[in-house]
């Protein structure tokens, strides 16, 4: 099916551990994002990628390690995984002609 | 330093009336703003937009309304359904950049 998907949809981690959340999208679209939704924060973006082998950071990228080989596809990793990072994680595509942005599912991820 | 406020963390609307939303913004730079709405358990899907050079822009029982002057915008629904029970963000996008900026959201329960 065409759209954005994200896996695994729920994770459980501990802390210390490398944790890497896939992003997939088939619209071909040019932007890619890395959000996390907390309570009383919104969502934050994380990391960002305007095409394959172009990313930069966004408002919270601390801890986090992202990679754009492919126009579909951009993982987001935590390399050492911490009880902060606990959250809801969404990944979103644009086209580079507008800024609406389409979301994924999320990913809950739980660091313990 | 928060550049899209939406003070209301939560909204309580009867059935059948009108449910506003509103969004207040510190930077004149941005010139196309968004509202997201998003059910438990899912990613945010695009509501409604306007571009800067508007002051209304109207989608079936939605419609945004943006002040400038006031750097204030606000979102009805008329009339409100069971359905428009959600989180609503507000975003914008600063002129020529890439990523979109959300307020922390505002949850509407349309009570019956």
Known sequence: ?112 | DQQVKQNSPSLSVQEGRISILNCDYTNSMFDYFLWYKKYPAEGPTFLISISSIKDKNEDGRFTVFLNKSAKHLSLHIVPSQPGDSAVYFCAAEPNRDDKIIFGKGTRLHILP
């Open chain 1, 1 to 112: 099916d065409a759209g954005i998907t994200q896996s695994p949809r729920y994770k459980i981690t501990e802390t210390g551990r490398q944790v890497t959340l896939m992003c997939h999208q088939t619209w071909s679209h040019s932007y890619m994002f890395w959000y996390r939704q907390d309570l009383g924060h919104g969502l934050r973006l994380i990391y960002y990628s305007a095409a394959a082998d172009i990313t930069d950071k966004g408002e919270v990228p601390d801890g986090y390690v992202v990679s754009r080989s492919k126009t579909e596809n951009f993982p987001l990793t935590l390399e050492s995984a911490t009880r902060s990072q606990t959250s809801v994680y969404f990944c979103a595509s644009s086209d580079a002609g507008g800024p609406e942005q389409y979301f994924g599912p999320g990913t809950r991820l739980t660091v313990t």
